[in-house]
């Protein structure tokens, strides 16, 4: 326990020494969200995979997903890194930063406003933006607090309000440009990690041969290419986490901040073998839940005989990974965590401060005030996170799908269509954005499950706009 202490106090204290380094770095809005538009390729590409995996992958998605699909929950560790990174970067990312280059825009919202030529747009984009990252930070949180709580013991409540108070300064210190260089190190630190997660669960298990057999012998269907709770729930999932990162903000952003064109192809690569790495480990560990938990051995991750999924995983990591690793195994999920909340934290107030009150309400801010006010709303935004993941609404896994559904649904296509062509309109885009947006929340308000919610409504979203832009063209404009 002493050994923790000490590792997670310098760990602390790195983080903190860094963000005041880039405290005194950061001279414009610019440099505080997007680390002045000249991060090179390493940095973006760990920057891209440590802000696209968290605690909500190794502690929610990882256990629920690993104790019901079993092996085939790889299915969406392969097509997160195909689609999810490789085809982003190779698809969008140059185009990105060329077109924030040539609309002089940095958000999102900005992109959206000047190409449809709609301020409303840029409104609704804010708002979508506010309050759908808001339970996203909060899963975060909460798979953070979980893992506290498992490891040191300490009451959940506590552990949630250290990581909103560390998370805070963090971020309000040095925005992007601390971020960027404090990356590099989490995702050094995730990738060892994942790898004496994959020994340490491999030997606990006696071996990938005995896993898959002991897994067989609980139920055949844990190690068949699709697992008991059948494909349509097992394809929501992965096109829920696959096709949302096309217009997620939080990664979007990152190919504003790129350099040039030659760190997009290096991240590219650098980024999926990454990908590749995190996601394939995390859902093979995950599967393994089965065999070393149960509700004899385990009563305290158990409720009436069932799992209670987000606690599946802290308890595994305690049980496979010597005491001795284990610490490794807590930075893993710090670090993972550390840069989601960041990039969310960035997003968030830069919706409030860039797209809201610098568009709407006082439009010829100063760059100082701007960068000031984006200080306060990231605080402001972590405490609201924190109060949300207090109550624990839900699982981390409904969360999460709720968020990333409600957003790519607003967002997937007005964004692509209008990345890549020209003909669709502000009609088309409108419709696409808010009808995908309700269809996704009226489907998850009357029972479905958030993931297959969120993967119709972002279907619709594509759909409607190329049909609605062609509809508009043809019979009101004329």
């Known amino acids: 326990m002493t050994v923790k202490i000490i590792v997670l106090a310098a760990y602390a204290l790195m983080i903190i020494i860094i963000g005041i380094i880039g405290l005194r770095k950061t001279k414009s809005f610019s440099d505080f969200f997007l680390g002045g538009g000249n991060v090179g390729p390493w940095m973006s590409a760990f920057s891209y995979g440590t802000a696209y995996f968290s605690a909500v992958l190794f502690i929610g998605f990882a256990g629920k997903i ?109 925005g992007y440009k601390s971020m960027a260089i404090i990356d590099m190190a989490f ?63 939080q990664l979007v952003q990152k190919f504003y901040a790129i350099k040039d064109r030659r760190s997009v192809k290096i991240g590219m690569i650098a980024s999926t073998v990454f990908a590749i790495l995190i996601g394939g480990i995390a859902y093979f560990v995950g599967a393994t839940t089965r065999i070393f938990l149960s509700p004899e051995n385990n009563p305290n991750v158990f409720l009436d005989g069932k799992p209670i999924f987000d606690r599946l995983m802290p308890e595994l990591l305690t049980n496979v990974v010597h005491p001795s690793l284990s610490v490794l195994l807590l930075l893993l999920i710090l670090s993972a965590s550390m840069s989601t909340l960041a990039a969310l934290v960035l997003i968030s107030s ?109 279907i619709v979203s594509f759909v409607i706009n190329p049909l609605f832009s062609y509809a508009y063209n043809i019979f009101i404009k004329k």
Not at 95 to 107: G, L
Not at 114 to 143: C, D, H, Q
Request: proline share 3%.
């Open 187 to 249: 995702g050094i630190i995730m990738t060892a990690g994942v790898i004496v997660l994959l020994f340490s669960t491999v030997n606990a298990g006696g071996g990938i041969p005995t896993i898959t057999f002991k897994l067989s012998e609980i139920d055949p269907n844990l190690t068949q290419w699709v697992g008991s709770p059948g494909l349509w729930p097992l394809f929501s999932l992965i096109f829920l986490t696959s096709v949302a990162p096309f217009a997620m903000p």
């Open 66 to 174: 690993g104790w019901g699909f079993g092996y085939s929950g790889l299915w969406i560790a392969f097509f997160n890194a195909i689609a999810g990174v490789l085809l982003v970067w190779a698809i969008l990312g140059w185009r990105i930063k060329k077109m924030s280059q040539e609309y002089n825009v940095s958000t999102l919202s900005e992109f959206l406003e000047k190409r449809y030529t709609s301020s409303f747009f840029k409104l609704m984009s804010a708002i979508v933006i506010f309050v759908f990252m808001i339970p996203y930070s909060a899963a975060v949180f909460m798979g953070l607090s979980y893992l506290f709580t498992s490891n040191f013991g300490i009451e959940y409540w506590h552990a949630l309000a250290f990581m909103g108070v560390f998370t805070a300064l963090y971020i309000v210190l040095g």
């Open 350 to 458: 830069s919706s409030f401060s860039k797209d809201f009150y610098a568009g709407f309400i006082k439009k010829n801010i100063s760059d100082k005030s701007l960068t000031l006010l984006m200080r306060y709303m990231s605080a402001f935004f972590v405490l609201l996170s924190v109060v949300l993941a207090y109550f624990n609404i839900d699982s981390i896994v409904a969360i999460l799908g709720i968020s990333w559904g409600a957003i790519g649904s607003f967002f997937l296509g007005p964004f692509i269509w209008g990345l890549f062509t020209k003909w669709v309109n502000k009609f088309g885009a409108l419709s696409s954005g808010l009808t995908g947006l309700a269809v996704c929340i009226i489907l998850y308000a009357g029972g479905m499950q958030s993931p297959e919610a969120g993967t119709i409504g972002m």
